[in-house]
């Protein structure tokens, strides 16, 4: 089983806008702080947006007021909802999380797959 899988990415214009989704399972979700990471081409990975349990949230100063973190406890998901798009957030997007897996008591780091995001005319 995978914990996290993110879905929603593809190719948009500039000045456009894509929702990703996170769907985290079989691990505690509700009170972990889950983190949207990004590698763009060439560059080391970066942290973009991060919601706490308390949906207390943090942003890349680059992405602030253009990126739009939040979450679903119930579907056990995590958004990152993109406007404004530029090219350089050209990248592939990841979910992250630190977490127990249910059932256990070791915390472990884990990654999504990836998605590619491409902004481009």
């Known amino acids: 089983q995978v914990p996290l899988v993110e879905s929603g990415g593809g190719l948009v214009r500039p000045g456009g806008s894509l929702r990703l989704s996170c769907t985290a399972s079989?691990?505690?979700?509700?009170?972990?702080?889950m983190n949207w990471y990004r590698q763009p081409p060439g560059k080391q990975r970066e942290l973009v947006a991060s919601?706490?349990?308390?949906?207390?949230?943090n942003y890349l100063d680059s992405v602030k007021g253009r990126f739009t973190i939040s979450r679903d406890n119930y579907k056990k998901m995590v958004y990152l909802q993109m406007t404004s798009l530029k090219p350089e957030d050209t990248a592939v997007y990841y979910c992250?999380?630190?977490?127990?897996?249910?059932?256990?008591?070791?915390?472990?780091?884990?990654w999504g797959q990836g998605i590619q995001v491409t902004v481009s005319s």
């Open positions: 919601i706490a349990g308390d949906r207390t949230t």
């Open positions: 992250n999380t630190n977490a127990q897996r249910l059932g256990r008591s070791q915390i472990q780091n884990f």
């Open positions: 079989g691990i505690i979700f509700n009170v972990n702080t």
